[in-house]
């Protein structure tokens, strides 16, 4: 068998150029830290990595819808439980006025208590989230509550609010509306909210009050009567606002495992290991030396440096 | 003794004309398409002598180098060009899908719809925030980019193609006819002649070349003259003797491309079955496939988004702008110019269910279309029959049947009940105002999505085209040991070795010095004559 001159040489040059081709691929992996540095080095991989990177993009978007939603319920239990704190004052005052020895200036200071306390509840169930909006105010951005010249409050927000999705198909309502929280209250047969409730307490106190000791006292019954509804509700719906922390809590959980979970996946299904990387990548390059250094041996040999 | 000077100048003049053979290979032995030459060295044939006594007495004549041949084996040759051909198509093939590979892969279409949507999944968390608001319009602009990078990529790659095939057609046609041109010379060239190796080696350099452009079947004359057929050996006639044909080659508004045969003569559609130019219509074929899907997911997408955000009520409590133009494909994709509070995050109508209902039935509503709605209308559910009344007048508007879960038609809106209803159940519908924090708008994106299927189907495009590029890049291993060892074989019997060459040029420079020697004695003897 002969094997042309021309040919040899063309085909020493082709080995040469694989080898290098292989060690510069190696290069880019380790360059890159993956195996799969385009689709084709491995066409399914690749198809299902995409697939979880986009899961992961997804998780990581509810995670931190998640993490929002879990922001906005510890601002409403925190809310909430002021106004508990606010209403517990509120019956202590309501049992002190009841008290028939009370003097008049006493009596006045209740009223006053009372009515510094209806500011402080306007003030909380105005509060704005961290998106800086009305965290009770339902589906409408504006504020929560208004208070009129006679001191009336009125919620002034719309519906409910907008859930937050934290899953596919899965939303959770991160707020509630104002209107059920401290309105919608029944109290002898008679719709009231939370304001009214506790400001009615104080202007029955007030000095400028013209009620009899008899409407007096009915009023304070009312009013303690009103105080435990309003109690019963805020418990509920502080019950309700830990519930879904409680869900939240282990759908973060649950999130961030999934995320482990995933990029030990996604490292699997790429394959990448950098000591075979550089243990091939050395080999490669010996491979290449060996044969540039034989080449350059073989290519010195020819009849024609015998012939003298 | 005259006869022996004779031989021995017979002997110096064939060996210098095989020692220029050797020459002439060392000086060829990196020229394309050369085939080796041997010397064809014959003996003189002995006569009869003149006179009737030396009638039986053998006359010797000497040598006589009386051409050259060409090693050549014409069906190694054959073998050379058809694995050739298998592997310039795969291997044409294989740098185009590459190509088509990157601007899948690097332009990050899949990650930047992932992106959008997700963008959209943070704004209904915050509906009326303008940093989302602002979040998603970016988003948006980055899958415009990314679409349209990924279009004009596939564009260039196409016009590229074009190109370079419309340059290989003109090398294929240049070729067919040099090699008409050669075919001329060879009929006139005498047999064992120089010039005539010269012309066969053109001509195997000539057909070498063609058959990395396309499959050819090639038999030729004893006088070495070749006839052409592509494709196989019934295939179309490209060059017969010293007639060529040409070859046209235009891409189809699809993008693929159609070869033409004799386009000036007897016009001949030519499906061509190997060589670079049927791996480069095979790429035609891919980009075109790709384009075509990648424009089809930019339109779904475009008008999926659109339908949606124009359905629906912006931070203003105007209707929804669309967000994207796809009239000119992928490759000009594009946003349309939109204020953050002008993303239709929020429902056109707002729906509010009384707390005395009794049944779980929800609605959901968008306007009819070409329907005029009225501002507000209260819906009722009453025995199947959905009933719309004025508000404010208490006047009903109209009254239709209904099955829950297919919308109707009512009052200028298109209404679906889901759940159960209880007879008597009213719901408040009302045109959503400014400041809404609906995101129920959102939420239909993220059913698009699912519905769409965008990213899977940009995800399967990649793959595609990948899973190709993988098995050719298998392939052309194979064809290219195939190719090197019908290149080895052909080799074995054409081409030139120089240490081969080294051990003849000893061989033949000893036999001249020995010739030389020869005519030395023969002036010894004849001088040894005269001496007497």
Redesign the interface.
């Known amino acids: 068998?002969?094997?042309?001159?021309?040919?040899s040489?063309d085909?020493s040059i082709m080995q040469m150029r694989g080898l290098s081709d292989e060690t510069n691929r190696l290069l880019n992996e380790l360059a890159s830290s993956k195996r799969i540095v385009?689709?084709?080095?491995?066409?399914?991989a690749?198809?299902r990595i995409?697939?979880l990177?986009?899961t992961m993009?997804?998780d990581?978007?509810?995670a931190?819808?998640v993490s929002?939603?879990s922001s906005l319920l510890d601002q409403t239990d925190d809310a909430l439980s002021s106004v508990e704190t606010q209403l517990q004052r509120a019956h202590e005052l309501a049992l002190r006025a009841s008290n028939d020895t009370l003097s008049p200036a006493d009596r006045a200071a209740v009223a006053a208590e009372l009515a510094s306390i209806v500011d402080d509840m306007f003030t909380i169930a105005n509060a704005t989230d961290v998106?800086?909006?009305a965290l009770f105010?339902?589906?409408?951005?504006?504020a929560a509550f208004t208070r009129d010249a006679d001191g009336v409050v009125s919620f002034a927000g719309?519906?409910e609010?907008?859930?937050?999705?934290i899953g596919?198909?899965t939303n959770i309502a991160?707020t509630d509306s104002g209107a059920r929280i401290f309105g919608?209250i029944q109290v002898a047969g008679e719709t009231t909210d939370l304001f009214a409730i506790v400001g009615n307490l104080a202007s029955v106190l007030s000095p400028d009050s013209t009620a009899t000791p008899e409407e007096i006292r009915a009023a304070i019954d009312k009013g303690i009567e009103g105080l435990d509804a309003a109690s019963d509700r805020l418990g509920t719906a502080r019950a309700s606002v830990g519930a879904r922390g409680a869900r939240l809590e282990l759908e973060t959980e649950r999130l961030a495992s999934l995320a482990t979970e995933n990029e030990i996946q996604k490292t699997g299904l790429d394959g990448y290991d950098m000591q075979t990387t550089i243990a091939q990548l050395q080999q490669t390059m010996l491979t290449l030396q060996a044969t540039q250094a034989s080449f350059t041996k073989i290519s010195q040999l020819?009849?024609?440096d015998y012939?003298r | 003794m005259s006869d022996l000077l004779l031989i021995g100048a017979s002997g110096i003049r064939a060996y210098q004309t095989a020692l220029n053979v050797i020459g002439e290979n060392v000086a060829n032995?990196?020229t394309a398409g050369y085939a080796r030459r041997d010397p064809t060295l014959r003996e003189i044939a002995p006569g009869a002598g003149s006179y009737p006594l030396q009638i039986n007495q053998r006359i010797l004549g000497g040598v006589i180098a009386p051409g050259v041949s060409r090693a050549w084996d014409q069906f190694r040759a054959a073998d050379v060009r058809n694995s050739g051909a298998e592997l310039a198509r795969t291997e044409a093939g294989i740098t185009w899908?590459?190509r088509i590979?990157?601007v899948?892969?690097k332009n990050a279409l899949?990650?930047s719809l992932?992106?959008f949507?997700?963008a959209s999944?943070?704004l209904?968390?915050?509906?009326?925030?303008i940093a989302p608001r602002t979040a998603f319009l970016e988003s948006a602009s980055a899958v415009a980019s990314a679409f349209r990078t990924t279009g004009e990529g596939l564009v260039a790659i196409a016009e590229d193609l074009k190109a370079t095939t419309e340059l290989a057609v003109t090398e294929l046609n240049g070729l067919a006819q040099s090699l008409a041109t050669v075919n001329s010379g060879l009929q006139r060239a005498k047999e064992g002649s120089n010039g005539q190796a010269q012309l066969l080696d053109e001509r195997d350099r000539l057909l070498d070349r063609m058959s990395t452009l396309t499959a050819i079947s090639v038999s030729t004359t004893d006088n070495g003259v070749a006839t052409v057929r592509l494709n196989a050996n019934n295939g179309p006639v490209l060059v017969d003797n010293v007639d060529a044909k040409q070859i046209t080659f235009e891409a189809n508004a699809s993008g693929t491309f159609a070869f033409t045969l004799d386009p000036f003569g007897d016009p001949q559609v030519l499906a061509l079955k190997g060589g670079a130019l049927a791996g480069f219509a095979d790429a035609a074929t891919r980009v075109a496939d790709a384009r075509a899907e990648i424009d089809r997911v930019a339109t779904d997408f475009a008008d999926r988004i659109n339908t949606i955000l124009t359905g629906g009520a912006d931070l203003d409590g105007n209707d929804g702008q669309p967000l994207f133009d796809a009239t000119g494909g992928a490759a000009g994709f594009a946003t349309l110019d939109l204020d953050p509070r002008e993303v239709a995050a929020a429902a056109r109508w707002?729906t509010?269910t009384p707390?005395a209902n009794e049944g779980i039935a929800r609605l959901s509503i968008v306007t009819a279309e070409g329907g005029t709605p009225a501002p507000s209308v209260t819906i009722s559910l009453s025995g199947g029959v959905m009933t719309a009344t004025d508000p404010l007048t208490g006047v009903v508007v109209e009254s239709v049947p209904y099955t829950a879960g297919t919308p109707v038609e009512i009052a200028g809106l298109s209404i679906t009940v889901s759940g159960a209803a209880v007879d008597g159940d009213s719901f408040a519908v009302a045109s959503t105002?400014a400041?809404?924090?609906?995101?129920?708008n959102?939420?239909l994106i993220?059913d698009a999505r699912?519905a769409g299927g965008f990213?899977?189907a940009i995800?399967?495009v990649?793959?595609t085209?990948?899973?190709a590029?993988?098995s050719r890049?298998s392939i052309a291993d194979a064809q290219g040991a195939i190719r090197?060892g019908a290149?080895?074989a052909r080799?074995?019997f054409?081409?030139?070795?120089?240490?081969?060459e080294?051990?003849e040029?000893?061989r033949f420079q000893q036999a001249y010095q020995a010739s030389s020697r020869i005519i030395q004695v023969a002036r010894e003897i004849f001088q040894s004559i005269i001496e007497i």
Request: hydrophobic share 30%.
């Open positions: 068998m002969q094997i042309g001159t021309s040919y040489y085909r385009t689709p084709s080095v491995d066409p399914l690749h198809s995409v697939t990177d986009r993009a997804n990581k978007q509810f931190s819808n929002l939603a998106r800086g909006t105010g339902g589906a409408s951005s504006g719309q519906g609010a907008p859930p937050i999705p596919p198909d991160a919608g020819s009849l024609f012939l | 032995v990196d899908l590459e590979e990157t899948l892969d899949g990650p992932t992106g949507f997700n999944q943070a209904a968390a915050d509906p009326t925030g707002t509010t707390i105002g400041g809404s924090r609906d995101n129920s959102l939420n993220a699912s990213e899977a995800s399967t990649t793959t085209n990948a899973t590029l993988t890049r090197d290149i080895a080799d074995n054409t081409s030139v070795n120089l240490d081969n080294a051990v040029l000893l």
